[in-house]
């Protein structure tokens, strides 16, 4: 069992932002760190999380970072077609360090570059947040037929008609106005999330071949199985309720290995009733088909145990070495904000969707100029939290 946890009762922050839901507190940054040319690195911004401090500020995934907390953040480096490596190492691991400890301050002030070329400084605050995990949405408009994109961070509660529920009705409302053929769904930073709100995201999507038709089932155990059907229980089987004004030919989801639980959930229930393709960072999803709930010990702690599994209708739930994609090592060209047509991931999936015959990469931060790979592969300074499925 590689996803259960322990918890102090109602303090989630010991385990970093692992399990808090709808809220956030830090600053709401991730990195990476990429050659910008044959010689030069910097730490650029891979994703802002909606609602943050960084957010608020108006930083952008693809902003370059120069300087933080008064250190430099230029890296030299030596690339040739394959990889960039850094000529001093001492260097690239104090970068490394400074960019990690600036998440524990109290304030961080961040010099950046962006898609312009302007250059800002910021001062932001660490603070709590609410969540906004719609990053972008946009319709990409063609001769044969509209495109819709949004990308999405993570499943924070969709109910009561709050702010998460308002927000991604009207975005499908205003792709049921544009009369989408496809649609692309950016998963590739989302750590997963509560299942209902997965669910809800799927009856948006569903065509009319799996309207009424069965979408989820869960797998329980001895006990819980036998309490599946009644009236108070949770685990009901879940039926497709299509809420949407359109009907869509092709649905394509831009995955990484950051792509967890509900995400994986929402891309698996759709797959036996629609033309589903899946477009990947690396060559699969996570692979995490389970979910849970806290159980409440002494008052004090909360056990976070695998305690269900998530099939689809045609039972299938053991993707635990990630999902199959249809196009993998597919570069995520983090110079490009969500959202931007060439983008490389949303060129790729364009191609799937019909509207373009080949993906032209010509994406507005063309800063790399040897090759598609000399994004220095030496791994995610920080990563996205992983959220898993939860009831």
Do not use: H
């Not at 957010?55 to 933080?68: C, P, T």
């Not at 250190?71 to 077609?81: H, L, P, R």
């Not at 960019?99 to 250059?119: D, F, G, P, Q």
């Not at 967890?260 to 999803?285: D, Q």
Request: with cysteine.
């Amino acid at each position: 069992d590689r996803f259960s946890y322990f918890t102090e009762k109602n303090n989630f922050a010991r385990l970093g932002s692992n399990f808090r839901m709808d809220t956030n507190s830090g600053y709401g940054l991730s990195f990476s760190i990429c050659s910008i040319d044959a010689t030069t690195a910097y730490p650029i911004i891979s994703m802002v999380e909606g609602g943050s401090p960084a957010s608020n500020v108006a930083l952008k995934r693809g902003d370059i970072i120069l300087a933080l907390n008064g250190v430099d953040m230029k890296i030299e480096v030596k690339c040739n077609t394959e990889n960039c490596e850094p000529v001093d190492v001492n260097k690239f691991t104090t970068i490394r360090s400074t960019l990690l400890e600036s998440l524990n301050r109290n304030e961080m002030k961040i010099e950046i570059e962006n898609a312009n070329n302007e250059k800002s400084t910021y001062t932001i605050a660490n603070s709590s947040y609410e969540i906004d995990p719609l990053l972008t949405d946009t319709i990409y408009k063609f001769s044969n037929k509209n495109v819709g994109y949004f990308a999405y961070s993570s499943f924070e509660q969709i109910e009561n008609n709050n702010t998460n529920q308002r927000k991604i009705d009207a975005v499908i409302n205003k792709f049921g106005q544009a009369n989408i053929k496809a649609l692309i769904v950016d998963l590739r930073y989302n750590g997963g999330g509560y299942v209902d709100a997965a669910t809800y995201m799927a009856d948006k999507i569903i065509n009319s071949n799996g309207n009424g038709k069965l979408m989820l089932t869960y797998v329980l155990n001895n006990y819980l199985n036998s309490q599946k059907n009644s009236n108070y229980s949770t685990f009901k089987d879940v039926y497709f309720d299509k809420r949407n004004n359109f009907e869509l030919e092709t649905v394509c989801f831009l995955v990484s290995e950051n792509t967890a639980s509900a995400s994986e959930m929402l891309i698996n229930v759709l797959k036996p009733y629609m033309n589903v393709k899946v477009i990947a960072v690396g060559s699969k999803t996570y692979g995490k088909p389970v979910g849970f709930f806290p159980q409440e010990i002494l008052n004090k702690i909360s056990l976070w145990v695998t305690s269900f599994k998530l099939a689809n209708a045609v039972g299938e739930s053991d993707y635990w070495n990630g999902l199959p994609v249809d196009q993998k090592n597919v570069q995520d060209y983090i110079f490009a904000d969500f959202g931007q047509r060439d983008e490389k991931m949303i060129a790729a999936a364009l191609v799937y969707t019909g509207a373009i015959e080949s993906p032209t990469l010509s994406a507005k931060r063309a800063k790399i100029s040897l090759s598609n790979n000399l994004k220095m592969n030496m791994g995610e300074v920080t990563t996205v939290p992983f959220k898993g499925a939860l009831k």
